[in-house]
């Protein structure tokens, strides 16, 4: 996770705010600034990429509607 969390900031332009509440964590997030990414691991990570959002477009519409008629 902290070769992506360093993908994000340094390559894409994204802060990523990771939430830890285990202080080992905490530390391993605070080192992605501790190694660079060669070219075989941003070429991995680009593999990632599929081209399709996790989470729903707040954009369309429909979905929109569909969120705020929900009865939590």
Same mark, same amino acid.
């Given at each position: 996770?902290?070769?992506?969390?360093?993908? $994000?900031?340094?390559?894409?332009?994204?802060? $990523?705010?990771?939430?830890?509440?285990?202080?080992?964590?905490?530390?391993?997030?605070?080192?992605?600034?501790?190694?660079?990414?060669?070219?075989?691991?941003?070429?991995?990570? $680009?593999?990632?990429?599929?081209? $399709?959002?996790?989470?729903?477009?707040?954009?369309?519409?429909?979905?929109?509607?569909?969120?705020?008629?929900?009865?939590?």
């Amino acid at each position: 996770m902290v070769a992506l969390t360093r993908f $994000a900031a340094n390559h894409r332009g994204i802060v $990523a705010i990771p939430k830890s509440v285990r202080q080992e964590r905490m530390v391993e997030n605070f080192a992605i600034l501790d190694f660079q990414l060669d070219d075989e691991d941003l070429a991995r990570i $680009a593999t990632l990429d599929r081209k $399709a959002s996790s989470f729903f477009d707040h954009r369309d519409p429909a979905k929109v509607k569909w969120l705020g008629t929900r009865k939590l």
